[in-house]
């Protein structure tokens, strides 16, 4: 999928909803992109992880 076209878009989200592909998501504060950063250089991460700023 190299752009946003909701044809290209529909058989994911068909695969998700059904439970035949699970996202793994985590959200962790910005003050944490360091050790994420680390983690994903070892391969210890999986999915996605999303910052978030606080204040």
């Given at each position: ?5 909701p044809?290209?878009?529909a058989e994911?989200v068909?695969?998700?909803?059904k ?7 985590e ?6 992109l ?19 700023v606080?204040?």
């Amino acid at each position: 999928m190299a752009r946003n076209e909701p044809g290209q878009l529909a058989e994911p989200v068909t695969l998700i909803d059904k439970g035949v592909v699970a996202v793994e998501a985590e959200t962790r504060p910005l003050t944490a992109l360091l050790g994420v950063h680390r983690a994903a250089e070892r391969g210890l991460v999986r999915g996605k992880v999303t910052l978030s700023v606080e204040g």
